[in-house]
């Protein structure tokens, strides 16, 4: 038995009825925003299994007003009461509908319908009546069972009782009317015929360049690949008379996911407007998404004209009165969008963002990241979710996320080596790790915080004296730079006087280490940065030191700068206690880490933290 249908013998290629070798469109580039009509209160809502009440209709029509919307279909006022009395309430609620905005309805080409869209709207200060009749063989064939003459004299009789009812209500109510005609299923329509429909339309309406005809072509289901619909457009650009008093409108629908793309390559191709809804709803797959067109435009640096500055509150809003989730990778507004899982990604957004802040301080604020097409912050987001962390993960993430909670500069080196630590953690529970938690891992890996110090090695106070030779004599060499600390050490919660020298205060205290403690730690590497700014600056120390065997990495915060960088050697002699790296001072248990990392690690990756405080660096 054969495992699938052989689709030859069941669908055919769409093949549109025009052939342009001529075509512009691949040549041009989109350089403004269309006109854009917001189609989610009829196309979007005719699509739900629940219809949205008035009350959330409303709802959403604050929020289109207020994303800058110009032209909202607000229903299909024939259909129900909630849609007309809907139409009413926009129309006769103070504030609700701006003056610059217009109030669309739909209607078929049928009297008692087009009339009954009129009463909805009367009193508006502008209004779009939309008319639609399908117009493809098809539906000529099937739907409708009449001949292209038919089909011309439905739109043609039908717009004659448009103009009329225009013509009258705008002398009663003084509305300016603007009409859109839309051969429905225009992409499975001939094209030629498309435009002679049109055209009778555009010879009855009459349309200025002031208030151009809408000719609205729909991609009623998406058949074919976008360039075709790009060619009918173009097609129909060029055909259609008095090109100047006409908009060519957009409409696709996302039944081959290429929605976007069929509305970008028809803006191309010369269309004017776009027809579609936020994040995409619409019936079946959904009409095209006006947030992803829209932001689109913005990462190319072109105003969309719609401003999605707090997407959060416009996902709530759509989700809420739709009873649709948005998907976490919905292009700019899903949950995911702007995360980076995986280390190598984190790596390049964290070198990203440090260029972006460098060239920013010369002035160049040109959004140039990897991985990141927008700048999060743009559309409201924070920072927080670029980076999580989980067994993906690399160092640069890490180190990205300790420097945006902690304001703390990694060196490379000390990366790598948190990073394991994390790792191990990360390992062990295979889930994502929170930012808490690694800041929490953080703190106690290096001793940041006072229950990590209980038991371990701690300053309590210090002097440090200066021995060089004073006067006319000059240095000669380092060794002549000598310095003397003097100070108390906590180990393990006991006060010990420890004296010490050497050539600075670090290699000083690890003298008096020595000599209190019994063995020799020598300083590797050593960096120092400022945190804060003014009178709240502290100094960041971070510190290599080894036994001549293994590394110990320490970190060091103290307005003081030399006591941070005593600090940060007593942070890493701390973890050397654990490899009994010290005579004097044993390792604490397994279970005593536990306990110690229980005061500030949360309880997920205690198990994590345990295995990292026994087998680090
Ligand atoms: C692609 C689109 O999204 S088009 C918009 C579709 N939206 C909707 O349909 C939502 C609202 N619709 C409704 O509430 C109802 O369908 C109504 C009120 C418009 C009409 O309801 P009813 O009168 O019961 O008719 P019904 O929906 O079954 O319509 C079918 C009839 O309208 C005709 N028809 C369909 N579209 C059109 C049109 N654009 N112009 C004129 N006649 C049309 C059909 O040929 C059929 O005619 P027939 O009864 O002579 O065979
Ligand atoms: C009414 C028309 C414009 C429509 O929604 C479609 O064809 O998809
Ligand atoms: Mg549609």
New binding site residues.
């Given amino acids: 038995m054969p495992m699938l249908t052989d689709p030859s013998k069941k669908y055919n290629k769409f093949t549109p009825s025009i052939k342009l070798s001529d075509r512009t469109w691949p040549d041009k580039t989109i350089d403004k925003a269309p006109i854009w009509l917001s189609t989610d209160l009829r196309?979007g809502n005719?699509s739900l299994a629940n219809p949205m009440s008035i009350e959330a209709k409303t709802r959403f029509w604050k929020m289109l007003v207020k994303l800058g919307v110009k032209q909202i279909e607000a229903a299909?006022p024939?259909?129900?009461d909630t849609d007309f009395n809907f139409v009413r309430s926009v129309i006769e609620t103070p504030g609700l509908t701006p003056d610059d905005v217009w109030v669309q309805v739909?209607t078929?080409?049928?009297a008692d319908?087009i009339k009954r869209s009129f009463e909805s709207v009367a009193g508006a200060k502008r209004a779009v009546i939309h008319?639609?009749?399908?117009t493809s063989p098809l539906f000529r064939d099937v739907?409708?069972r009449n001949s292209k003459e038919d089909t011309i004299k439905?739109a043609k009789e039908?717009t004659e009782l448009v103009r009329k009812l225009a013509d009258e209500y705008s002398q009663k109510y003084g509305t300016i009317f603007a009409y859109e005609y839309s051969p429905?299923t225009f992409t499975q329509t001939e094209t030629q015929f498309a435009v002679e429909i049109c055209q009778v339309v555009k010879s009855i309406w009459k349309p200025t360049a002031e208030v151009p005809i809408i000719f609205n072509l729909?991609a009623?289901v998406e058949v074919g690949t976008p360039n075709t619909y790009a060619d009918q457009i173009e097609y129909f650009c060029r055909h259609i008379g008095e090109r100047e008093k006409v908009h060519v409108s957009l409409h696709p629908h996302n039944d081959r996911g290429s929605g976007v793309a069929a509305a970008e390559l028809g803006q191309l191709a010369g269309a004017d407007r776009v027809e579609g809804c936020v994040f995409g709803n619409g019936?079946r797959t959904g009409n095209v998404d006006l947030v992803t067109l829209a932001m689109n435009l913005y990462s190319q640096g072109i105003s969309p004209n719609l401003n999605f500055d707090d997407m959060l509150s416009v996902i709530d809003t759509v989700s809420q009165c739709t009873g649709l989730p948005v998907h976490p990778r919905h292009p700019y507004a899903g949950e995911l969008v702007f995360t980076a899982f995986s280390g190598s990604h984190q790596d390049a957004i964290k070198k990203g963002f440090e260029a972006q802040q460098k060239r920013a301080e010369n002035g160049d604020h040109i959004w140039s990241m990897p991985y990141l097409p927008i700048d999060p912050a743009d559309i409201g987001c924070s920072y927080e979710a670029v980076i999580r962390v989980n067994s993906q993960s690399g160092k640069g993430g890490i180190a990205y996320l300790v420097k945006q909670i902690l304001g703390m500069d990694l060196p490379r080196r000390m990366q790598i080596s948190f990073y394991q630590v994390i790792q191990k953690v990360s390992d062990m529970t295979g889930t994502e790790i929170s930012v808490d938690d690694i800041i929490n891992t953080f703190k106690q890996q290096y001793y940041l915080e006072e229950f990590s110090n209980k038991g371990r090695l701690a300053l309590r106070n210090f002097s440090l004296e200066d021995t060089r030779g004073g006067g006319a004599h000059t240095p000669q060499d380092a060794s002549e730079y000598t310095r003397v600390f003097k100070g108390r050490i906590a180990v393990d919660g006991e006060s010990r006087q420890v004296e010490g020298v050497g050539n600075g205060a670090m290699t000083a205290l690890l003298n008096g280490l020595e000599k209190q403690l019994g063995a020799h730690l020598s300083v590797k590497s050593y960096e120092e940065h400022a945190i804060g700014k003014g009178s709240y600056v502290q100094a960041a120390s971070y510190v290599n030191v080894s036994d001549g065997t293994k590394d110990y990495w320490g970190v060091g915060i103290d307005p003081d700068a030399a006591a941070s960088g005593l600090k940060a050697v007593l942070s890493a002699a701390s973890q050397a206690c654990q490899d009994n790296v010290f005579p004097e001072v044993k390792p604490v248990s397994t279970a005593d880490a536990i306990k110690n990392a229980a005061a500030g690690v949360v309880e997920n990756v205690k198990d994590g933290v345990n295995a990292a405080v026994n087998g680090t660096n």
Avoid at 131 to 134: E, H, Q, R, S, T
């Fill in positions: 196309d005719q299909f024939a259909a129900s739909l078929p080409a049928r319908l008319m639609y009749n399908a739907v409708f439905l039908h429905e729909p009623t019936e």
